[in-house]
């Protein structure tokens, strides 16, 4: 448990410290994904303690959140004053952006194994 | 309260211990209101959890910089639980290598539509400048929209909170969409919700199939990686 944590945070630590060298626009641990997706395809197999360690933090990904979206009330005389434009336009663009995606995303799958099929 | 009640309580308030342990209470009994709920996404447990500690914030006066003292511990994790995303994501990978073409157009599409649908609405219902740049990268996971929001003229905490607005609305209403339009494969659904609602959509991606959840992780990267790229351009291009 503590080792598989330490490898967690060691790919953070090779994220940050490249996206500070690079200046890339990317944030460490996005960056910190990649390499250990790279390091899992390089070494072909996951690690047993890795796996359990990432399945318990995932399955609770949805409290790490929330420190966070506490902090929606220090913005909340701003969003009072403009809130329906904020509220139609972010409903309507997150909707309207999972329907379509997930459509052609869809659409595209099946086409792609009919493809693989014939 | 008594004098000694009134003691305890000031003590309390000011040690990071009752606000890390109220944010892991709060966490807990809005799972248990979910599952009691048939885990219907409207009791999805993030935005409730939230709701609920801000009230407690209010009645007791507390300002937000104090709570975070305490829910800093479980911040923190984001980074560490960011990275264990690639796990899931490697279990995709002989599947996932296959399908890179259809990935693609359906993330530039669904990027797009995301960014296009919100500033043309908010400009048109009046909504200010800086509401509208701020809006712009609201699909990408947190840091990197704050520091688009930064680049094209909006305001960082500003585009925070239009992130975490955007991740509740996809995770509560995501799954009822695509319900109503019977999408049924679990890879379209989740990469669909980590492309708009990025690490919120994915939570809630993880708790309906893991495969989801995983397709989910990979759109919530790849669209950080597009956006992060295109708006700025696409912003200079424009002005």
Redesign the interface.
């Known amino acids: 448990m503590i080792a598989a944590?330490t490898w967690?945070?060691l790919?953070?630590l090779a994220?940050e410290i490249t996206a500070q060298v690079l200046g890339l626009?990317?944030?460490?641990?996005?960056l910190?994904?990649?390499?250990?997706?790279c390091a899992?395809?390089w070494r072909g197999s996951?690690p047993l303690a890795?796996?359990h360690?990432?399945g318990m933090?995932?399955?609770?990904?949805?409290?790490?959140?929330?420190?966070?979206?506490?902090?929606?009330?220090?913005?909340i005389a701003?969003?009072r004053d403009?809130w329906?434009?904020?509220a139609?336009?972010?409903?309507?663009?997150?909707?309207?952006?999972?329907?379509?995606?997930?459509?052609?995303?869809?659409r595209?799958?099946r086409a792609?194994a009919k493809r693989d099929a014939a | 309260m008594s004098p000694r009640l009134t003691e305890i309580w000031v003590y309390l308030a000011a040690s990071p211990l009752l606000w890390l342990t109220l944010t892991l209470i709060a966490y807990q009994a809005a799972v248990a209101v979910y599952q009691r709920a048939g885990q219907h996404p409207l009791a999805t447990p993030m935005p409730l959890a939230v709701a609920v500690l801000a009230v407690v914030l209010w009645l007791s006066g507390t300002p937000y910089e104090h709570y975070f003292e305490g829910a800093k511990f479980v911040h923190f994790l984001l980074g560490p639980a960011t990275v264990a995303l690639a796990i899931p994501l490697y279990g995709e990978w002989s599947r996932l290598k296959r399908m890179v073409g259809p990935l693609m157009i359906a993330l530039i599409i669904g990027s797009s539509t995301a960014v296009a649908l919100a500033v043309s609405l908010a400009s048109w219902l009046g909504a200010s400048h800086a509401t509208v740049m701020s809006m712009v990268p609201k699909s990408v996971t947190t840091p990197i929209a704050m520091a688009i929001a930064e680049k094209i003229g909006g305001l960082p905490t500003l585009a925070a909170v239009m992130v975490l607005m955007t991740g509740v609305i996809g995770a509560v209403c995501g799954p009822l969409v695509l319900r109503v339009f019977k999408i049924t494969d679990p890879t379209a659904q989740g990469f669909a919700m980590g492309l708009a609602a990025h690490g919120i959509g994915t939570a809630r991606a993880f708790q309906s199939h893991p495969t989801a959840g995983a397709f989910s992780a990979l759109a919530m990267g790849m669209n950080a990686l597009f956006t992060a790229t295109a708006v700025p351009l696409l912003v200079q291009v424009w002005a």
């Open positions: 944590f967690l945070l790919f953070q994220g626009p990317l944030p460490g641990p996005v910190g994904m990649a390499f250990l997706f899992l395809v996951v890795l796996d360690a990432s933090i995932l399955r609770n990904l949805a409290l790490l959140f929330i420190p966070a979206g506490v902090g929606v009330m220090v913005h701003r969003l403009e329906l434009a904020i139609v336009s972010l409903v309507v663009s997150t909707l309207g952006a999972i329907i379509l995606t997930a459509w052609v995303l869809d595209l799958l792609k």
